[in-house]
T-cell receptor
Framework: GESVGLHLPTLSVQEGDNSIINCAYS??????FIWYKQESGKGPQFIIDIRSNMDKRQGQRVTVLLNKTVKHLSLQIAATQPGDSAVYFCAESYNDMRFGAGTRLTVKP | EAQVTQNPRYLITVTGKKLTVTCSQN?????MSWYRQDPGLGLRQIYY???????DKGDVPEGYKVSRKEKRNFPLILESPSPNQTSLYFC?????????????FGPGTRLTVL
């Protein structure tokens, strides 16, 4: 099968800084992408999604960027807070949804 | 409160002892899925259901069974658990399917098979 999400395993940022979490996908036919946040001991929670006909989508303090040319997805978190500490993973979808392993974000006070 | 619940949250069992993990959602969602999460790997779908009495295999169905007799419940059954089924299991529900749209996940069930 194809791999999803060549994530860096960990990312550490200072509180108040912006965070950028990257994700590479391998299926150029994927037309839907989604980001989830998973806090310790909890199930994944939806953050934001984007369809392939868009390059950028913004939510509350989060922005997802899609670069189809290089098959790259990123999640930007503005003014990172301690409550943002979690594992973040992307998923891509074509015939079905494929999840990446995730990046652990640690926010330092 | 809209939620997906799973029970038990933690389970230690022995090889071959049948077990059931329950999953229930109160959002009237048609779609429900079971996933397993293993270190270094993304979520992998075990089984999914598009509606009552309609279930289908996901990517890793071997060793698992499911049933969907009611819309709100989607239990996962391990008839004869083996150590390679030690994992963290998540149930999820959705109104839009499993290919697009938000899925609502339960809190997870950590299973250890000795």
């Amino acid at each position: 099968g194809e791999s999803v999400g060549l994530h860096l395993p960990t990312l550490s940022v200072q509180e108040g800084d912006n965070s950028i979490i990257n994700c590479a996908y391998s299926n150029s036919a994927s037309d839907y992408f989604i980001w989830y946040k998973q806090e310790s001991g909890k199930g994944p929670q939806f953050i934001i999604d984007i369809r392939s006909n868009m390059d950028k989508r913004q939510g509350q303090r989060v922005t997802v960027l899609l670069n189809k040319t290089v098959k790259h997805l990123s999640l930007q978190i503005a003014a990172t807070q301690p409550g943002d500490s979690a594992v973040y993973f992307c998923a891509e979808s074509y015939n079905d949804m494929r999840f990446g392993a995730g990046t652990r974000l640690t926010v330092k006070p | 409160e809209a939620q997906v619940t799973q029970n038990p949250r933690y389970l230690i069992t022995v090889t071959g002892k049948k077990l059931t993990v329950t999953c229930s959602q109160n959002m009237n969602h048609e779609y429900m899925s079971w996933y397993r999460q293993d270190p270094g790997l993304g979520l992998r779908q075990i089984y999914y259901s598009m509606n009552v009495e309609v279930t289908d295999k996901g990517d890793v169905p071997e060793g698992y069974k499911v049933s969907r007799k009611e819309k709100r419940n989607f239990p996962l059954i391990l008839e004869s658990p083996s150590p390679n089924q030690t994992s963290l299991y998540f149930c999820a529900s959705s109104s839009s399917g499993t290919r697009t749209g938000e899925q609502f996940f339960g809190p997870g069930t950590r299973l250890t098979v000795l």
